[in-house]
């Protein structure tokens, strides 16, 4: 039996020592600084799944608030209410007492830097609104002039992460299923919405949306989708790859839906 066989699975260090019998001291140190790169290469590889994956980190579109903001731009102003700071937005607060009816949705918003860390945004404050079942908008439309929920303001935790427990919006006419927000750099902040840093919308996908049209209470919701798509909304027909929200669940337990929102910092 040669040295060779003998000395083969006996691990790297008698590697090693077999080579060092063969080669000069210069091979052998060039020998080790390439296995010693092996590790490295096999957790940046494009197939590792690990950090160095930053396709969730584009900067999120600036998109219109729209004309029910309900943050003292055009008059109302939810985030002066006494309660706005919450996560489960389904009910009214104030002097307000109505609860939103539907199909229960989780939104998890994760605020990360737009550049190549990815780096989670701690502190930042996230103000959420989007219709109710039926279309409408608290604080402005017929009927819930008086009413306040599907609004509220969460800051972002170590993980740049807000949750909202809502409802899942109806699709009104004219407009793609949507979820509005607007960014401001600390809860103080949000007393005036000229602070805020940054406002966009997140698209809700077409398949779910079928399915929750198709439950009790969104009938209106089927007709307006089938006329509407993401390349003939006025908002998401420039694309909205950044702006799609990952959604998981059924009609019984409910929906969750999650979004990585980039901003510039």
């Known amino acids: ?6 000395n083969h699975h006996h691990g790297l260090q008698q590697d090693l020592r077999v080579l060092a019998k063969r080669t000069d001291r210069r091979e052998l140190l060039r020998w080790m600084a390439f296995t010693s790169l092996i590790p490295i290469i096999g ?7 690990g950090s160095g994956d930053t396709s969730g980190c584009a900067r999120i579109p ?3 608030a729209g004309p029910y903001p309900g943050d003292g731009s055009n008059g ?6 006494s309660g706005i700071v919450r996560s489960d937005i389904r009910s009214s607060i104030a002097n307000a007492s109505g609860v939103a009816a539907g199909i229960p949705l989780t ?9 190549d ?3 989670p945004l701690r502190g930042y404050a996230i103000y959420l609104w989007h219709c109710d079942q039926a279309g409408r908008y608290s604080m402005y439309s017929s009927g819930v002039t008086h009413e306040n929920y599907l609004r509220g303001v969460q800051v972002t935790d170590e993980e ?14 004219g407009r793609w299923p949507h979820i509005h927000f607007e960014i401001y750099p600390s809860v ?10 940054a406002t966009s919308q997140l698209a809700l996908p077409e398949d779910v949306c079928d399915t929750v049209y198709a439950t009790s209470g969104y009938s209106q919701s089927v007709r307006n989708l089938s006329q509407i798509s993401l390349s003939s909304d006025n908002v998401f027909s420039d694309g909205a790859s950044t702006q799609l929200a990952t959604v998981t669940g059924n009609t019984s337990d409910g929906y969750a839906a999650s979004l990585v929102v980039g901003i510039k910092v």
């Open 1 to 6: 039996m040669s040295d060779d066989e003998r």
């Open 43 to 49: 957790c940046g590889g494009p197939d590792s799944g």
């Open 62 to 64: 600036e998109e219109t």
């Open 76 to 81: 109302a102003n939810a985030l002066v209410l």
């Open 107 to 115: 939104i998890t918003l994760t605020l990360v830097g737009s550049d």
């Open 117 to 119: 860390s990815c780096t």
């Open 160 to 173: 740049g992460k807000v949750t909202f427990t809502s409802i899942f919006p109806a699709c009104y006419s």
């Open 188 to 197: 103080e902040a949000t007393s005036s919405s000229r602070n805020k840093v």
